[in-house]
């Protein structure tokens, strides 16, 4: 679409560039609102952006912040960084600091901003660079301004808008303004509206939000993510271009179609050589799904992960031939291959785009623009679904951990863009069995023998460590599993790794020393040994934000005590069972005979969301877990 009144688009830029950067603000951070410092690390004074769309791949950024920085903590604030690349340039750039009175101290010009990579060592090519001040204060406070302005030919994606940046940060101003002279279709999703006033004009050729005096939020735990609590708003047109290619879409299925149209439909170049060998090792394999199973291990075998942000190369994957000849891929080139590779033994697969994050963050189902941030592969099969980690070379088949599991997915097929949700792990799916049979000396001191199986989501937290060499085993249990039991050693261990059913076992011998107190007569042991629960969150005089347990879990643990000849038994602890809304924990002691005895315990903890009144119960719910879980018991010497 090209620009119908080129002076009626001047006139329109020159008035908002005059509003944005004419501003005059006191910048002495003795005029601050005591409401909007108290308990922040910084405070936002200004916040304002100026979007100018003047052509669906043209659109321009102007950009102006303006922070007060209290502490040490509040640099992580300033948010001076600036990202570009050969699609998104830099105009301008500077920066000024301001002392505590708001007198000017410095200025810096953009040859004074650090230029480095976007990337990390598993990145093997980019073109995402960045831009970002250093710059270490005398004193706090202090204040910085940092104006800038890019350009870019990409407008799939336009920023959100989010004006609270987090916890402990107060917010003076905080405008968002898209100018849009030619009247595109500008699409937008306003999310966590209800507890806050924000300004709000919109017409034809403008959008524009604003938000003033927002206190600083204190950080609780257990708080939902930002993204659930904190406003902010979504924008997208309906006619837009990725690195120059242009595209239309008014929903999922359209941007889906075009999608696969542009970046995926010709990605599929495998070698006949390659076909033919991939369906030879497959030829006496007949069902589906085990053969869709030998693919995906093959790939695992076959290749690594490396990250590839080159161009488009950021959005559609590289050729199947070329991870096939190379051995390697990110995860959308990796994923493409493993679905060539499918294909060529008859199996449907649909490259998908998803949000790849602990906080199970989802596509936003109602509303079409350049989402997600990472690539995994769908096979719909007899109205199920099974999905794929191809970046993965130890995930098993069909599973996907908590970096992805839980959340709405775009799938894109040759017809359009669906979106479907990924597997779920509930509560008991989540399940950790500990067994143990424990030994304890004259002395105090402990031999046992034990194994830990775990599946869902704890799987994935458990099986990583079958990589580790001895050393990092050792170091493993005895400083981040058992760190707090001292005088640990690990004498043998082995695991089995169960991905056809998604089950991780460890078997370890161990050894403790002086575990148990000697009292006078009496030999003191804390029953559980080996899952202590240690999550006690702090005591809070209000809370304000609603409890968000994310993941629930099972543990089973049943330990077996035998007990040295010249002690006994004689008296342990009754049964104790709670019952909450958030989960139950139980705890059973049972005599065997006077040298053994059993400590048993079920922990559940359900996911959900519950009120923030209900904090109180909640943490003395888990207070009474590490209550019990720190029970003793007297082992008492025989009368000779």
């Known amino acids: 679409m090209k620009i119908k009144n080129k002076f009626q688009t001047g006139i329109l830029f020159l008035v908002f560039t005059v509003e944005l950067f004419s501003q005059e603000l006191n910048l002495s951070s003795l005029t601050l609102s005591q409401d909007l410092k108290q308990s922040a690390n910084a405070v936002v004074r200004l916040d304002e952006t100026v979007i100018t769309i003047t052509d669906n791949d043209k659109m321009t950024i102007q950009k102006k912040r303006v922070v007060t920085v209290l502490n040490a903590t509040g640099n992580r604030n300033t948010h001076a960084i600036i990202g570009y690349d050969k699609n998104r340039k830099i105009i301008s750039l500077k920066a000024t600091i301001y002392d505590a009175i708001g007198r000017k101290i410095k200025k810096i010009s953009a040859s004074k901003f650090k230029d480095i990579a976007a990337s990390d060592n598993s990145t093997l090519a980019s073109d995402d660079r960045i831009k ?24 799939s994606y336009i920023r959100n808008w989010e004006p609270i940046e ?13 100018i849009n002279p030619n009247g595109f279709v500008i699409n937008t999703k306003e999310k966590n509206f209800d507890n806050y006033t924000i300004e709000k004009n919109t017409s034809q050729h403008k959008i524009s939000y604003q938000i003033q005096n927002i206190h600083p939020i204190n950080y609780e735990p257990y708080a939902p993510d930002n993204s659930k609590i904190f406003p902010c708003v979504l924008f997208g047109l309906n006619e837009f271009s990725v690195y120059g290619i242009s595209g239309t879409a008014t929903n999922w299925k359209e941007f889906g179609k075009w999608e696969y149209d542009v970046l995926i439909k010709e990605k599929n170049n495998l070698s006949n050589e390659t076909i033919q060998k991939i369906q030879s090792l497959t030829s006496s394999i007949t069902d589906t799904i085990e053969k869709a199973r030998f693919v995906y291990e093959y790939v695992q075998k076959k290749t690594r992960y490396i990250s590839i942000q080159y161009g488009i190369g950021g959005l559609s994957p590289a050729y199947s031939a070329e991870v096939d000849a190379l051995g390697y891929g990110d995860c959308k080139g990796l994923t493409n291959y493993t679905k060539s590779l499918l294909e060529a033994v008859g199996i449907t697969s649909y490259y998908t785009e998803i949000y790849g994050q602990r906080n199970k963050t989802s596509i936003e189902k109602d509303f079409h623009s350049m989402q997600g941030n990472h690539i995994v592969l769908n096979i719909p099969y007899k109205g199920q679904d099974i999905w794929l980690e191809c970046t993965s070379q130890t995930q098993p088949f069909g599973y996907l951990g908590s970096f992805t599991d839980d959340r709405d997915a775009l799938v894109i097929t040759p017809e359009g863009g669906i979106i479907k949700h990924t597997p779920i792990f509930l509560n008991e799916q989540n399940l950790q069995k500990t067994n143990a049979a424990i030994q304890i000396d004259p002395n105090g001191h402990i031999k046992s023998t034990l194994e830990i199986e775990t599946k869902g989501s704890q799987y994935d937290t ?35 790794n169960d991905k056809k059913n998604i089950r991780f076992t460890e078997k370890l011998s161990i050894s403790i020393d ?24 702090p005591k809070l005089r209000s809370r304000k934000l609603p409890i968000e347990i994310q993941r629930g879990f099972q543990d089973i643990d049943t330990f077996t005590y035998t007990l040295p000849e010249i002690y006994s038994v004689s008296y342990l602890p009754s049964e104790k069972t709670i019952e909450t809304e958030f989960g139950t ?45 720190n029970l003793r018991v007297a082992l008492s010497k025989k009368q000779l």
């Open 585 to 629: 924990y139980k705890v059973v002691f049972k005599k065997i005979d006077d040298t053994h005895f059993e400590y048993h315990r079920e922990l559940l903890i359900k996911a959900g969301t519950f009120s923030h009144k209900s904090y109180e119960a909640y943490r003395n719910f888990l207070k009474s877990i590490t209550k019990y879980d």
């Open 514 to 537: 002086n575990y148990g107190v000697i009292v006078g007569n009496d030999l003191l042991v804390t029953t559980n040994i080996f899952n202590k629960f240690k999550k006690l969150p």
């Open 166 to 178: 987090g916890f402990h940060v107060g917010i003076e101003k905080s405008v968002f303004t898209i």
């Open 132 to 155: 970002y001040l250093e710059y270490t204060p005398n004193h706090y406070p202090y204040t910085i301004s940092i104006e800038y302005e890019t350009k870019s030919n990409t407008t």
């Open 462 to 496: 458990h099986q990583y460590i079958e990589g580790y060499d001895t050393k990092e085993v050792s170091d493993y249990y005895k400083s981040n599993y058992w760190k707090t039991l001292n005088n640990i050693s690990i004498e043998s261990y082995s695991f089995e």
